[in-house]
């Protein structure tokens, strides 16, 4: 298939002949498009002018408004054309809804060389390829047309892609393995898997600049993603790179206890390089809850209610204001270094002892405690894969996290649990994760606040099955107890 995409698509008023000279002295062509057949013509362009005349041309104006958001999703730059301010007004008035979509432009007046140079510039990225057979596996839900079109640019040199779903967060984004099966190429037909990362716009735009500020140049080169392509649409983007083959998340090794290896590696050489950059500056003071708050790891204000009332019915009256509060007025000792942000047990691949991260949308300045909470009561909290998530009340758990987070657990790591005790594998990570994080706080109190702010925001979110909703409310109570303890008693 021709990858190289040098095609102009041309709606509307003929071009003059200046501009198709224009066109032609930058190595592209012009055609003029037939509108019953938009989308063939678009595989292997890259442009689309709509020319206006007066600005009153009814079926131009319809064929703007139903397709533009499609051509964007082709990789296509869109020039929409008119003569002068009038007839431009006219034009705005019905599709001006579009200016704001990546690549979208509208010109008044232009000169023949300036719409072709800019066309010429404009990188439309490789051929899409409209036949591509994409199988998403284990029954999770098919990719909308926009979005097959995003996998058709990214993967347009495979004649076949199956897509590997990856969850575990509290990102909107859908993560995929991609398993592919190539033509064309010497080198065979089945290449190492790539991850693609499906998202809107902004936040995929995001997310690719903290690729480039955060991991280059400080998690080593084998311990992140390293990425080849960003495709961008209308509404969403994807995000592709390498992916580690044959590899299991630490998810996986958690919950067979054989993850102690991985998560040295994680917490040492994967985020060593940014905890160490909190220490080339002078721990600062405050109180750890709050930054974290203005890190946006979590809103008191966004804890929902269901919790609230379900603490209460224990007589644990603090509400998620006053125990921000209280967490507020504490005078503390932290270090700020960049954190993930919502680090957790399937957002890192292990492959040997290497942990790799897969997910670095939630990255932020924070403290360096704040990352090891987080992992740390995402295993105690989340339903492992064995659990019944319909179990709202599970007694041998709340047994053992009312073991592992009582506030004399903050003052050392809690003791071991029997090898053979229910959840063994879940207090084992949970301890070495705690002597971690106890060892790297700047104040006695820092990490038993990171996790008090940890388990509150759990309760962000009221989505998922009975057993998720009642590991949230008994953490709110849990938290609640923490704080009070911090606190020396809410008031």
């Known amino acids: 298939m021709d990858r190289v995409r040098s095609q102009v698509l041309w709606f509307g008023k003929v071009p003059p002949d200046l501009m198709l000279r224009e066109i032609a002295a930058r190595r592209m062509t012009c055609s003029p498009a037939d509108a019953d057949d938009t989308f063939s013509d678009a595989v292997g362009a890259r442009a689309v002018v709509l020319n206006f005349a007066t600005g009153l041309e009814t079926d131009l104006l319809a064929l703007g408004e139903k397709h533009i958001a499609r051509f964007v999703d082709q990789g296509l730059r869109v020039d929409i054309v008119a003569p002068d301010d009038k007839a431009m007004g006219k034009v705005q008035t ?40 994409i199988v998403v596996e284990d029954g999770r839900e098919r990719l909308r047309k926009a979005e097959e079109i995003l996998f058709q640019r990214a993967f347009g040199h495979c004649s076949e892609i199956k897509l590997v779903e990856l969850s575990g967060g509290r990102s909107s984004a859908r993560v995929f393995a991609v398993h592919m099966v190539v033509d064309g190429s010497n080198a065979g037909v089945w290449p190492q898997p790539a991850f693609a990362n499906l998202d809107r716009n902004a936040k995929i735009a995001r997310e690719y600049e903290k690729y480039r500020e955060f991991a280059d140049g400080f998690i080593p080169f084998g311990l992140r993603p390293n990425i080849s392509d960003v495709v961008a649409g209308s509404d969403y983007s994807l995000l592709v790179g390498n992916f580690v083959d044959r590899s299991e998340s630490l998810r996986d090794l958690a919950e067979r206890d054989v993850a102690s290896a991985a998560v040295t590696c994680l917490l040492d050489e994967t985020l060593g390089g940014w905890r160490d950059q909190a220490y080339a500056i002078a721990p600062q ?152 994080g106890l060892a790297i706080q700047s104040c006695p109190d820092e990490y038993q606040t990171a996790v008090a702010v940890q388990l509150l925001r759990r309760c962000q979110w009221n989505d998922g099955p009975p057993g998720d909703r009642g590991r949230r409310a008994h953490g709110y109570r849990l938290a609640a107890a923490l704080v009070a303890d911090l606190d020396g008693g809410t008031k």
């Open 94 to 133: 019905i599709l001006a809804k579009f200016a704001s979509l990546p690549g979208v432009f509208f010109h008044t007046g232009p000169t023949s060389p300036m719409v072709a140079e800019a066309i010429a510039r404009h990188d439309a990225g490789p051929t899409p390829r409209p036949g591509l057979a």
């Open 285 to 436: 003071r405050g109180s750890v809850s709050e930054i974290m708050h203005a890190a946006e790891l979590w809103d008191a204000g966004k804890i929902q209610s269901e919790y609230v009332d379900r603490a209460q019915e224990h007589r644990v009256m603090e509400t998620p204001e006053k125990l921000r509060a209280a967490l507020a007025q504490l005078d503390q000792q932290y270090r700020i270094a960049p954190v993930h942000g919502d680090l957790h047990g399937e957002n890192v691949r292990v492959r040997g002892n290497n942990s790799i991260l897969i997910d670095l949308a939630s990255v932020c300045r924070a403290p360096i405690t704040a990352d090891l909470a987080a992992l740390e009561t995402w295993f105690a909290f989340e339903l492992a894969t064995k659990d019944d998530p319909l179990i709202y009340y599970d007694a041998n758990w709340r047994a053992l996290v009312n073991h592992l987070y009582a506030p004399d657990a903050f003052r050392h790591p809690p003791g071991p649990c029997r090898p053979t005790a229910p959840r063994a594998w879940m207090s084992n990570i949970a301890r070495q994760i705690r002597t971690k």
